[in-house]
Nanobody, 114 residues
Framework: QVRLVESGGGLVQAGGSLRLSCEAS???????MGWHRQAPGKQRELVAL???????KYSDSVKGRFTISRDNAKNAVYLQMNSLKPEDTGVYYC?????????WGQGTQVTVSS
């Protein structure tokens, strides 16, 4: 059965870096791999997406600071986060699938202190 396992979250000071990873098991369509985040009291928002053909989309708030990549052989997606800000704090969720149907990871907490 399909499972998405995330790792790499934690506590870091402003200006620091973290690297998130997510690996999927089972038979799923992985046309789209991506990351979303949700802060307390706010809706889940897009952080970054990477498509099978190589196209990448970033939220304006993370452009120039975050880098998304994928390893198709491992069915894995990664998010390198640099120059972290307190407003980056939230639960980060990976996403595998298609624009119309996808699976979510369980979420990993990222906390950035000032």
């Amino acid at each position: 059965q399909v499972r998405l396992v995330e790792s790499g979250g934690g506590l870091v000071q402003a200006g620091g870096s973290l690297r998130l990873s997510c690996e999927a098991s089972g038979s799923i369509s992985s046309i789209v791999m991506g990351w979303h985040r949700q802060a307390p009291g706010k809706q889940r928002e897009l952080v970054a997406l990477i498509i099978s053909g190589g196209n990448i989309k970033y939220s304006d708030s993370v452009k120039g600071r975050f880098t998304i990549s994928r390893d198709n052989a491992k069915n894995a997606v990664y998010l390198q986060m640099n120059s972290l800000k307190p407003e980056d704090t939230g639960v980060y969720y990976c996403r595998f699938g298609t624009p119309g149907f996808y699976y979510w990871g369980q979420g990993t907490q990222v906390t950035v202190s000032s």
